[in-house]
């Protein structure tokens, strides 16, 4: 990967400048998507009840929470600063989009959302990325020191923060933007919190098992013909590395069933389309980026949003 400490040199089957197009497409249209929903949801908030007091506190709680959150990334050099511009709109509208419960009757607030997986994440995600960092440097697969680029960070986050709708609500006609205890309280929302949590125990599993094995996983398989290939071959697993994936992954179900108030067969379904995802994207790397047609980001993100498609599929022929 290009800007890997000490390697300068393009090692990616796909052109690098085919690979730079994907990543900025992929950062215009999901900041695009990202800035129209934190500007649909400002004049909203009044929506929490009727004099909009509660909803005004949500909504700069949230955003506080927010700010905290991408000056903390960048502090860290977990990510560049537009990369953690990016990580904290992210943050904003995850977090505000899930702080509403599926019963009217409970609080609104926002510890209980979006922020205690994406949280969890984070800590799981910077670990193990400077896990055998030294291992990675000498083999030109260390993340560079500035951290994940914006592209890196949408890639992983974006399909979690765009999965939670604020449309749904609305369509209630309870005056306040919460999930009502009709069909669309008892469904939707569940649905959509499922998605949202599918997609951030996948970018979880992903960047965990990638980086774990990458260090300590020894020779890796490809997945597609079972075949042993080079450390930091696209499509490549380790069983190490893929099992310290889903043990991270399962870690983000746990305390994301609670967060978003998900009983414990619909977290069950988000770690399975979230592991599903893991998987899925190592068959995208064997095929597609090796064949130089999509770059890492590019599959990424359809990694996460196959999770959180799959989450809602799971949950329509099971559960409804």
Known sequence: MPGNEGDTTWSKAIPEPRD??????????????????????????????????????????????????????????????????????????LVFGTSSARDSTIPIGVVRSGLIPLVTLFVLTFLSTRA?????????????????????????????????SFLGPYLLGSGRLCWGQGYYGKWIHPALMMMCL?????????TVSSEIGQAFGGAPLLLVGFRRVAVGTDGAVTLLGSGAGVAGGTLVAAVGTWALRLNV???????????????????????????????????????????????ALLYRFFVL
């Open 265 to 311: 067969w619909e977290g069950t379904i988000a770690l399975l389309a979230g592991v599903c995802g893991l998987f899925f994207d190592s068959l995208l790397g064997a095929t597609l980026e090796r064949r130089g047609w999509l770059g890492n980001d590019l599959v990424n993100f359809a990694s996460t949003l196959f999770a959180a498609m799959l989450a």
């Open 20 to 93: 730079r197009l994907q990543s900025r497409v992929l950062v215009g249209i999901a900041g695009i998507l990202l800035i129209r929903q934190i500007v649909f949801l400002l004049p909203q908030f009044h929506l929490f009840d009727t004099d909009g007091v509660q909803g005004f506190s949500v909504l700069a709680k949230a955003a506080a929470i927010s700010a905290g959150f991408a000056v903390l990334v960048l502090g860290l050099r977990a990510a560049t600063t537009v990369g953690a511009f990016f990580g904290g709109m992210i943050c904003l509208v």
């Open 198 to 206: 599918a997609a951030l125990v996948e970018a979880t599993a992903d």
């Open 132 to 164: 055998g960092r030294h291992i990675k440097t000498r083999a030109g697969l260390a993340e560079k020191r500035q951290g994940r680029s914006a592209s890196q960070v949408v890639a992983n986050l974006a399909t979690a923060a765009l999965s939670v």
